[in-house]
């Protein structure tokens, strides 16, 4: 007995040093922005670490769409994943606000919501079980299309693609009428090219980035919906290293995504004119027409509350934001 009480004793220094590689699943594809910054912090983490905790990026989405990696996630072959807020709705539902549909006209009501709104995020999320690190902005979504798209009715016309597995967009088109096509976000090109689909909803970075944008005529100028993506590292794997390493993670996670969140807002600012610049028309509603999207988009948000997907005071909270952000306060 004690000979194995001493070979144990002996074993602790290298259990303790053992190194710990966190496994990430990201869409982003290998060298955007995105992907090289996390490859950046990963070296980082390594060095401060010395080792014990170093990065592991599967970029391109090759480790499958989101509910193929949240399966993965849970038998341990992957660790976190870096996606869009409503890919953790399960563990938060209100990480969803921010997604509200024509809630924000412009950047400057976007900045005055996430200033206070990114923090309850984070913090939701990590009582959901998931280690965030800072949200990353994705710009706002406008539909892209072979065919002009002033009103909901030219919409309806469309053959309009959305994600699958999205709860959230799933309800939110029903409350405006329509009848998208549901594929995963890899499937979206071939089925441009076949016409499948002629029409999507995407940030024009996106739209740049996966050559969406080579399929289509036309970009709606009306933003329909903010988007933001962010890391989340699940708690359990998370807990595995050590509180002194665990603090150099989200030190150097929490310093690499402020920096990612800055340089992703300047390609998206710059992404909408990009579009224009590879052919696409600007499609302009009429104030009517954006009336009538407006009133859908209300229906929708309130769909989104009587399901639960959204919380009725978060949406308050963001409504009071906004409001005063109008009004100059």
């Known amino acids: 007995m004690l000979r194995l009480a001493t070979v144990l004793v002996a074993l602790l220094p290298l259990v303790a040093s053992a190194a710990t590689t966190l496994k990430i699943s990201t869409l982003y594809p290998d060298g955007t922005t995105i992907v090289t910054g996390l490859k950046n912090a990963g070296k980082e983490i390594a060095d401060k670490t010395e080792g014990r905790v170093k990065l592991k990026i599967y970029p391109g989405g090759v480790m499958g769409d989101d509910r193929a990696v949240e399966r993965k996630i849970r038998i341990g072959q992957l660790h976190g994943m870096i996606a869009q807020g409503g890919a953790f709705a399960s563990a938060y539902k209100d990480s969803q606000i921010l997604n509200v549909p024509l809630a924000f006209n412009n950047y400057d009501e976007v900045d005055a919501v996430r200033a206070e709104l990114d923090p309850v995020i984070e913090q939701g999320l990590e009582e959901g079980g998931w280690v965030s690190f800072g949200l990353v902005d994705g710009g706002f979504a406008y539909v892209m299309s072979e065919n002009p798209v002033k009103s909901l009715d030219d919409l309806r016309d469309q053959k309009l693609w959305l994600p699958a597995n999205d709860e959230a ?158 009004a100059g306060q």
């Open 169 to 326: 967009s799933a309800k939110a088109s029903k409350a405006f009428e329509l009848s998208p096509i549901m594929l995963n976000i890899g499937a979206v090109l071939t089925s441009l090219q076949t016409g499948a689909i002629n029409a999507f909803a995407a940030p024009p970075v996106a739209a740049l980035t996966l050559q969406w944008y080579s399929r289509v005529n036309y970009v709606t100028d009306m933003p329909l919906l903010y988007t933001f993506g962010l890391l989340g590292i699940h708690e359990k794997y998370f807990k595995r290293i050590s509180p002194e390493d665990q603090k150099v993670v989200r030190d150097v996670l929490g310093a690499t995504f402020d920096t990612l969140d800055t340089e992703s807002r300047k390609e998206n600012l710059s992404a909408f004119q990009a579009v224009q610049q590879q052919g696409l028309e600007v499609v302009q509603p009429t104030e009517d027409q954006r009336a009538e999207w407006k009133d859908y988009a209300d229906r929708a948000t309130a769909e989104l509350v009587e399901e639960g997907e959204v919380s009725q005071d978060m949406l308050d909270r963001l409504n009071g934001i906004l409001a005063k952000q109008r």
